[in-house]
């Protein structure tokens, strides 16, 4: 085998730190932090015992934290990129750079199903039990978010941004964290692709007459 079929080889191959991550991450948007325990996550990635799982993660709730930043950190560059590309616009860059966000944020969220519903959980539950690790990480998203809104150039009055901010987030993750709720009255899997594809158009013009940007509604 060449050193690139060997280096190709190893990047398919998931770290045992990416497999307890993502079976604490499925176990975790199931039950929440007390409904799950260490030894089953354990089990669910494959390990032979809790020890293992110590030796990445000192204890649950440094497993939890890592599940959460792990998911929020893709998310939080996406909103910082489209904070940055709204202070700094180059004439040469299209008119509505919220449909690069949408795709880029829909398609992330498609790939990582659990997350929203992992999210819910967080402000919901687990915050009787870990309200300052819900609140670290959770809160930079918020304010960079309402950042974003505020710059954005729309008619809302700034007191009720937060509120703008909040409508948005159910919009574009309420859909993926009820999807199982949504489809036990639909016809079809929501996270279908097709099913995503037409979430994501819809998302784009919701968000465009929100903000009362022209030629996307």
Do not use: C
Request: charged share 25%; glycine share 6%.
């Amino acid at each position: 085998m060449s050193a690139r079929n060997a280096t190709a080889r190893t990047r398919e191959v998931r770290s045992t730190r990416d497999l307890i991550l993502d079976a604490a991450e499925r176990r975790f948007a199931e039950r929440g932090f007390a409904g799950v325990s260490v030894r089953e996550i354990a089990a669910d990635a494959g390990l032979k015992n809790q020890a293992s799982l110590y030796h990445h993660f000192r204890n649950k709730r440094a497993l939890y934290e890592a599940v959460l930043a792990r998911g929020l950190e893709p998310i939080l560059a996406l909103v910082a990129e489209s904070d940055a590309a709204a202070a700094q616009p180059r004439p040469a860059d299209p008119p509505h750079f919220n449909d690069r966000f949408i795709d880029a944020v829909l398609a992330y969220l498609a790939e990582h199903p659990h997350l929203p519903r992992l999210i819910q959980r967080a402000g919901l539950d687990d915050s009787r039990y870990l309200k300052s690790s819900v609140t670290k990480l959770v809160r930079p998203l918020y304010t960079v978010g309402v950042h974003v809104l505020a710059s954005s150039g729309s008619s809302w009055p700034q007191e009720e941004i937060p509120h703008l901010a909040a409508g948005l987030y159910h919009l574009i993750f309420g859909y993926f964290a009820n999807a199982s709720l949504l489809e036990s009255v639909l016809d079809e899997d929501p996270r279908s692709p097709e099913a995503v594809a037409r979430q994501r158009e819809f998302v784009k013009k919701a968000v465009a007459r929100l903000l009362g940007v022209p030629g996307n509604q």
